[in-house]
């Protein structure tokens, strides 16, 4: 793994679409991870390499020759806490897993959560 190649968890939110944009801008590789095929054209548009995954199930095969990571994943207000729980806690634990078993050079972690209504977030998710 010589030359730098991001893995962009998240690519289709918000957070993920800004951070996508200036992948391409900046002309870093970088493999976006989407839940849906539908959403694979505006990421293709921009030269990433789109790989197919839920971050509810086993997802390390986006990890294949990654260097780097910015997990920008998260869940929505209405998704409730169960989805909660396995995006915004369980996903970023499987992702840090898959990255130290890959070697990858560098984990981000970008998190708005409580950012807005921390008195809404279980105790066991807040930071």
């Given at each position: 793994?010589?030359?730098?190649?991001?893995?962009?968890?998240?690519?289709?939110?918000?957070?993920?679409?800004?951070?996508?944009?200036?992948?391409?801008?900046?002309?870093?590789?970088?493999?976006?991870?989407?839940?849906?095929?539908?959403?694979?054209?505006?990421?293709?548009?921009?030269?990433?390499?789109?790989?197919?995954?839920?971050?509810?199930?086993?997802?390390?095969?986006?990890?294949?020759?990654?260097?780097?990571?910015?997990?920008?994943?998260?869940?929505?207000?209405?998704?409730?806490?169960?989805?909660?729980?396995?995006?915004?806690?369980?996903?970023?634990m499987r992702t840090a897993d898959?990255?130290?078993?890959?070697?990858?050079?560098?984990?981000?972690?970008?998190?708005?959560?409580?950012?807005?209504?921390?008195?809404?977030?279980?105790?066991?998710?807040?930071?």
């Open positions: 793994m010589s030359s730098m190649k991001v893995l962009l968890i998240g690519a289709h939110g918000r957070t993920g679409r800004l951070i996508a944009r200036r992948l391409h801008e900046q002309a870093v590789p970088f493999r976006a991870l989407l839940r849906k095929s539908a959403h694979k054209s505006e990421f293709a548009a921009m030269g990433a390499e789109i790989v197919l995954g839920d971050l509810t199930h086993d997802f390390s095969h986006a990890f294949d020759d990654i260097t780097h990571v910015v997990y920008a994943a998260g869940s929505a207000e209405t998704e409730g806490v169960l989805q909660e729980r396995e995006i915004d806690r369980d996903a970023v898959y990255a130290k078993r890959r070697r990858v050079h560098q984990l981000i972690v970008v998190s708005a959560l409580s950012a807005y209504h921390p008195e809404r977030n279980p105790l066991s998710l807040r930071h």
